[in-house]
């Protein structure tokens, strides 16, 4: 696998992630417009506030999401493939999320189920690679 090959994928990925941030906000919108919810009033008809929600808890996650992606892909390359792979995991764990979320708040489990092991993945491959490169670098 080329040296580039994972930095590729994970920016494709991090292109994917942010569509999928963007859409969040064109769903909020869309549902402040449908239901006249007005800004910078943050409660309202359901299908709004659900909506909110999900956009809320997205950024929420994306904040930890992206760094770790980054730092994953950056640094841990003994499977150059994985953390692009747990970064799209995450994104179908966000679409599954709000699928749950948009239609009843209980049903949001396995979706955020879903991202937090995507997140925790990344989070452990960072932690590996950046050990394995502090360890190389002071074995010199």
Do not use: D
Request: aromatic content about 12%; hydrophobic content about 55%; cysteine-free.
């Amino acid at each position: 696998m080329s040296a580039m090959l994972p930095a590729l994928l994970s920016a494709i990925v991090t292109i994917l992630a942010v569509l999928f941030v963007f859409y969040t906000g064109v769903l909020v919108a869309r549902m402040r417009g449908k239901h006249g919810v007005h800004a910078p009033t943050t409660a309202g008809h359901p299908e709004f506030e659900r909506a909110y929600r999900v956009q809320m808890n997205t950024l929420e996650q994306f904040v930890i999401f992206l760094p770790l992606l980054w730092i994953a892909t950056s640094y841990f390359g003994t499977v150059g493939w994985l953390a692009p792979a747990l970064g799209l995991v995450w994104i179908i764990g966000r679409l599954i999320y709000m699928q749950g979320y948009m239609r009843a708040p209980e049903s949001r489990g396995r979706g955020f189920g879903i991202t937090v092991l995507a997140s925790l993945g990344l989070l452990i491959l960072s932690i590996i690679g950046i050990v394995q490169n502090w360890i190389a670098m002071n074995a010199s």
